[in-house]
């Protein structure tokens, strides 16, 4: 099946429309027609060859929402019109240590939704800035949200699960206190979730413009990251700062910031390393770094379903399939609040 899509042939080239094909489902599989695609960071990193091994032609998009158009003979549970999801994840092992814990994110046989080697043309996976994918059920995520709010639910398939998955791991709740760093897609849902888990939550950006902002965001405080004075007003004084800037920059002046025992989580991927933090900052308090990578498929659907109840979503903004590159260019601006969701059916036109 020939469908439309938009990707890179080539790291210094824009996006363009591209014809590609998906598979016919096959007994495990679910057919998704997409509505809405959301623009993570990593899609911008993955389709400029940012980070090493980009396939190209490259079509990126991991925050799919959309409805089901045809199901396996074998799939239970989903019927065909079901609205539905798709993050970062189409396959894994399902046999490793990781993959018995619904960790498949973990897997070393993980399969991404793009970019990852696949048996169907062209070798390499296609994401979600397309009308049609065809997915196994098992990473086919229920959408409990009404329909006038998908295309704000698509965000929450990347940006959401990987600000939940670190503040469920360090249970995060009332009585803690949790720094969000950096105030885009990812940040931006991280304030959302962690206040409604009921913590007390600050907001740290480079932009002043976005004080309020954040704080409409449900952030408790915001901190501006260049004025020092705001900084050494919280020094020592957070359970975990969870770290989603996109760009190498100080840490010391963040780990500074925790408890004792606490934990700096980064779930930002830039292109080049971070300066390596001063070793005094860790040892003095016993403090950690860690890192997190989105999440498994049932912690995925376990936080939209704690979205439904709460009625949360994203802050997006719709742009149809052509502006695309301009808003990649945005982005990188910090001219977006805070994600950019791609209307899919104007992929067609
Ligand atoms: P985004 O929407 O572009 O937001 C990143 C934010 O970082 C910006 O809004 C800005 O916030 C801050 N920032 C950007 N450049 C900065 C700089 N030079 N110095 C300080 N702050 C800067 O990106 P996103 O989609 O949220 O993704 C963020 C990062 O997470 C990307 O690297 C992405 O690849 C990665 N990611 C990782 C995972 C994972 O599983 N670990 C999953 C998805 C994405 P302020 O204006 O508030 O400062
Ligand atoms: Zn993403
Ligand atoms: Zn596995």
New binding site residues.
Partial sequence: MIIHAYGAHAADQPLVPLQISRRTPGAHDVQIDIAFCG????????ARGE?AGTHYPCVPGHEIVGRVSALGASVSGLRVGDLVGVG?IVDSCRHCADCAEDLE?YCDGMVGTYNFPTTDTPGHTLGGYSQRIVVDAHYVLRIRHGEAQLAAVAPLL??G??TW?PLRRWNIGPGKKVGI?????????GIKLARALGAHVV?????E??REA?RQLGADDVVV?RNPQEMLAHLRSFDLILN??????DLDALLVLLKRDACMT??????SAHPSPDVFNLITKRRAIS?????GIRETQEMLDFCAEHGIVADIELITAGQINQAFER??A?D?Q??FVIDNATLAS
């Fill in positions: 623009v993570c960071h990593s899609d911008l990193h993955q980070w970062c994110n990347c940006a699960i990987t998955s760093v950096g105030i885009g897609g990812l940040g931006h849902m907001a740290f950006t480079t932009s413009s976005k954040a990251t989603t800037v996109a760009a190498p920059h980064l779930v930002g991927a830039p292109a890192g997190s990578m989105i999440g982005m990188l910090g977006v805070y994600r």
